[in-house]
């Protein structure tokens, strides 16, 4: 059966398929052998003694007391920096394609501004900043720091993404959606919006994982008892062997990602298969709803 031809690369031809199915080999081999460096240097170091890895497995306390509360912090502080970030990134993304030149000048300055600073420094400007003018406890202050540097530099980036995404719809839309009578307001959340989400979603989730990777950085730095801050004392005080810890922290972090990935993933193609099965079909009361203020679209306007 002929093979369908592709827009984006030429079919591979046999010799290429024979290059391909080479270099794929030469790759597993080099990754078992990567593997294989890896364990034989830990058995050789004894890393991989049950003894070292059972206080994780077998004592619950390993987890009810500094892995589950690590996670949960985790969580919360995700949470929190993607709750703010994605709206107010969608508001400077919109604002960045203002027809006005002062808006478009204030919402580039903030988002190049916080874009271009290191989330980190963020943290700890914000850490600085809630101790010197705020009554905040010393307990809760790591986590208002974390979530308010993620938030300034997330929202920049997820700024971007949204211009982005809007830009890329065909110009096309925009001249329908004035024709028939839609204001700019109402053509950005009714047109262009819903139709830039499947576009800028890899982006924003590719973000998404950023940030809860990001909190990371204010239990090394801030002291906030995120999850990867839960190991340093679940060896000092309970014993646990620090391999084995970073390793179990590390599985929770990639199972994190990978369910975030995986729904952002069925999302995407939900959104895809409801756009093929469905029209957007405007009917003649709509349009007269959606017409501007003192226009009336007539039986004229709606045939042609």
Known sequence: MKERPTVLYDVPGPRARRRNLLYTALFLLALAALIWWVMASLEEKNQLEWAKWSPIFTDSRAWTTYILPGLENTLIGAALAMVIALPLGALFGIARLSDHRWTRAAAGTVVEFFRAI??????????AAYSEFTDISPENRPLYAVVTGLVLYNASVLAEVVRAGILSLPSGQTDAAKAIGMRKGQTMTNVLL???????????VSQLV???KDTAL??????????????????????????ASFTVVAVIFVVLNFALTTFAGWLERRLRRAKKSTGAVVGADAVEELATPGEHVGPADETR
């Open 118 to 127: 290191p989330v980190l420094i963020l943290m700890l400007f914000a850490n």
């Open 194 to 204: 819903p139709q830039s989400v499947t576009a800028m979603l890899p982006a924003l």
């Open 210 to 212: 950023v940030i809860v």
């Open 218 to 243: 204010g239990g090394a730095m801030l002291g906030f008892s995120e999850l990867l801050a839960s190991v340093r004392p679940m060896s000092a005080n309970y014993g646990a062997n620090t391999i």
